[in-house]
């Protein structure tokens, strides 16, 4: 079983829906990233959160400790939302990565 | 600020052929890690350097070698490159502490 699991694999939506992507963790974290991928390969970090709700725009990450679980929400979905989103754990150095989630926002 | 630079973008090389890929970061940052992302697999951590001269094996070591040349600079040689190390190879760096990760644009490898 991978260190961290991700839900959905893929995701399509149509534009302004609200999309849910989720994160399992499975060991001892000191924070949790939500990292993005846009065709084209670069990746940007969105959030680092090791407590509670962090939001930034249509952004919105949360994470409970106690259950291992962290969401990423965007509100109001775009096309240019289209991406990979992916999740990484932060145990003493290293960081560890789910498999990423594909979300596709159809006009 | 350039943030983290990787070179090259895209690199072709035949079996057994050997390459380094360069990495280097103008942020400060202590740690350095090399990853490898594949189709279904996510990145995987290859090597990471947590401060000037350590370095450390990560999951998938095989078959690389790495060099903390100073703070700045974090190498990854493929001394006889084999078709499955063809990947796309990020190189990333943070500083200590609860801090977010930078990344580099990565590398397109195809071993042929």
């Known amino acids: 079983k991978n260190e961290v699991e991700q839900s959905p694999q893929n995701l399509t939506a149509q534009e302004g829906e609200f999309i849910t992507i989720n994160c399992s963790y499975s060991v001892g974290i000191s924070a949790l990233h939500w990292l993005q991928q846009h065709p084209g390969g670069g990746i940007v970090s969105l959030f680092m959160?090791?407590?509670g709700k962090k939001k930034h725009g249509r952004l919105i990450a949360t994470i409970n400790i106690q259950e291992k679980h962290s969401s990423l929400h965007i509100t109001a979905s775009h096309p240019r939302d289209s991406a990979v989103y992916i999740c990484a754990v932060l145990a003493g150095n290293k960081l560890t990565f789910g498999g990423g989630t594909r979300v596709l926002v159809k006009p | 600020n350039a943030g983290v630079t990787q070179t090259p973008k895209f690199q072709v090389l035949k079996t057994g052929q050997s390459m380094t890929l360069q990495c280097a970061q103008d942020m400060n940052h202590n740690s350095m890690y090399w990853y490898r992302q594949d189709p279904g697999m996510g990145l995987r951590l290859i090597y990471y350097?947590?401060?000037?001269?350590?370095?450390d094996k990560g999951e998938v070591p095989n078959g690389y070698n790495v060099s903390r040349l100073n703070k700045r600079e974090f190498s990854l040689r493929l001394e006889s490159a084999a078709p499955s190390q063809t990947s796309v190879y990020f190189c990333?760096?943070?500083?200590?502490?609860?801090?977010?990760?930078?990344f580099g644009q990565g590398t397109r490898l195809t071993v042929v």
């Open positions: 350097s947590a401060s000037e001269g350590t370095t």
């Open positions: 990333a760096s943070r500083q200590l502490g609860n801090t977010e990760a930078f």
């Open positions: 959160l090791s407590s």
